[in-house]
């Protein structure tokens, strides 16, 4: 079954898609493009505060409005986990975890601001969540530019599996992106491509640089 692994199609509840017309717009690109189902990582952030009954409401919802219009997508409901202090320890204290595939986290380091971490180190929460029976996978390691090769590869020896961004390669997070991510294919550090797609804008760059069929 051909799965996307990280995607925001959830209506209105992160900065994915902002109502149900446009969480159908995205179920439906993803089925046109093979996808059959779909781990719907809403974030729980700084910026989005998301539980597992606000996700699982939202999934409900668009589940409901598929089936209606007969889009054949399985959902499963999921969060993309970042690893901040105003968030991380009350979803480990609440055990909001959401797995998929059995036992797999979605996780996720700041983008632009590691400090936000505070004193959360990532490779000791990807070890803790291993022991409690969870297989992380790092959201899109590509991104954190801020960080060293070296650094990144001890977060894969530290047990987690990688997810690198469709578009990646092809440009859409600028060139310091993709020249990390080509170096990181090449050294075959990739476990999973999820399409981390959000919103329209990112569904019209795939069908341009990624499946060319505009």
Known sequence: MKTDCHCHILPGIDDGAANLEEAVFLASWLVKHGYQRAICTSHCSFLYHNTPKTVTDACNLLRDELERQGINLELVPSMEYRFIESTWPTVRQNNWLMPWEGNHILIELPLHNPERMGSIVPADEIRYLIEDGF????????????????????????????????????????????????????????????????????????????????
Request: proline letters at 2%.
């Open 135 to 214: 297989q992380p996978v790092l959201a899109h390691p590509e991104r954190y530019t801020y960080m060293e090769m070296n650094a990144i590869r001890a977060l894969k020896d530290a047990g987690a599996q990688f997810q690198r961004n469709l578009g990646s390669l092809e440009g859409w997070y600028g060139d310091d992106v993709s020249i990390r991510a080509s170096e990181m294919v090449s050294e075959g550090l990739f476990d999973w491509v999820g399409t981390d797609l959000h919103n329209y804008r990112y569904a019209d760059f795939f069908e341009n640089h990624v499946f060319n069929t505009k």
